[in-house]
């Protein structure tokens, strides 16, 4: 029997294929299944697209102190944090409230359409951004910015469909990483680039445009990677299945009369195929694995996001409050040298490290070290100049690194909990959920802040000592939800594309095949 099992494998695929031959999605699975190497091209386009869209989240709080106090909305000093805070919340209030609308048409219409509509997103509202001129501008373009901008759940989904299932966690990873990475570049160029007229006179006059909007050079030069990410989408083969009605019911007629060719009736066939229908595809809620990977990400995000807000204005506050007096070049540069060391640990550790301990582990043993090393930043404010640089430094790195190696395993958990056709929709409601923890982050990051260096002489936990441990008490929840019974880990038989689905149709088959040779 063994003999005649390949030539009917090989027919059925083959004439499966060749119903579908118009969907973009099926030549992406025939590419798939010729081609065994990872797709470098696509997992750089990948990499730039997401990292369009992660830079503006982050590349305004080195200069966002400053720019809440030139709008001279806050009547003390102590209180620019806390408006500062719902300017870095508004843009993901809009993301929360629209995440999910953008999941549901990127499974409709396709992955491609969504990402390029978010890459032009960046590129006008971000550039509009950098010409506020008071705080209620400011707040409104940064939420339509994030209303209109839903690339980040539809990249992850995409991800994980252009690349085989060995290759995934890399896929999902350049992803993550490019996240992580725009999240820390994102500071850089606002820390670097804002204020041109005050650190590079001799290029830029007072009474330039850029003298008078002193924080339009780094939106605009995030615009222009963004228009660069626009043209490279272009590129970008789409991976959604879009299958007329008269093929899928060739496929369906196929499909029963080779369950009835092998020896099965008919309704031992539709059993058989309910068995290995994933229970997410009747209700994305319904599905734990998939909710409960969604919870402890957005706990987690929760804290990273509150961290990467209170970082930077805890960093540029003075001396008095606690604070670094860095200036925003400092801070630039502080998170610069973060990003490499960030950069180079995902492409070459972390793919290493997820195949030998796997997502959860990897996402417990983060949690674990990042507890520590927060509590250790209040005494690092006690340094200055060489030994202070050293310790921020190494401490900035390797909390970036922590918090990126969570983010990545509890994203492949995700995709792994859902088949393709509700893996657009998932991330939506995954981007959607983590959206609404983002926004609470940085209102409550920068009111936590504002409130902590009033209270410089307190008793119990005086000043930044209260930020970082409140910073612990979240990382510490998020870490107790990573273990049984909240986080179920998704089962392994949920097909994740239709390669994968693939393989398990042949390993059906071949169950079939073994039946008939029963007795």
Known sequence: MGNNRDPLLHKREEEKYESFEDCPGCKVDLLKRSDSSLPVKAVFYISIVTLCAALPISSLFPFLYFMVRDFHIADREEDISYYAGFVGSSLMLGRALTSILWGVIADRYGRKPVVIIGTITVVIFNALFGLSTNFWMAIILRFLMGSLCGIIGTMRAYASEICRKEYHALGISAVSTSWGIGLVIGPVIGGYLAQPAEKYPGVFSKDSLFGRFPYLLPCLMISLLALVATVVSFWLPETLHKHNKTNKDQSDLYDVAEGTTNGLNLSESMKHSERRIPNSHKSLLKNWPLVSAIIVYCVFQLHDIAYLEIFSLWAVSPRTLGGLSFTTTDV???????????????????????????????????????????????????????????????????????????????????????????RGAANGLSMCSMSFFKTIGPAAGGSLLSWAQRRQDADILPGDQLVFFVLNVIELLGLLLTFRPFLQEPEDNIPKSKNDSADQSENGIQETLSLTELP
């Open 332 to 422: 630039g540069q502080v998170l610069a040298i973060t990003g490499v060391g960030l950069l180079l640990f995902q492409l070459f550790a972390y793919p290493l490290v997820e195949r030998i301990v796997g997502p959860v582990m990897i996402s417990r043993v983060g949690a674990v070290l990042s507890i520590p090393l927060l509590a250790s930043y209040p005494c690092i404010a006690l340094l200055s100049g060489f030994c202070l640089s050293i310790a921020l430094n190494c401490a900035s790195m390797l909390k970036n690194v922590l918090s990126v190696s969570i983010t990545t395993g509890l994203l492949i958990m995700q995709n792994r909990a859902v088949a393709q056709e509700q």
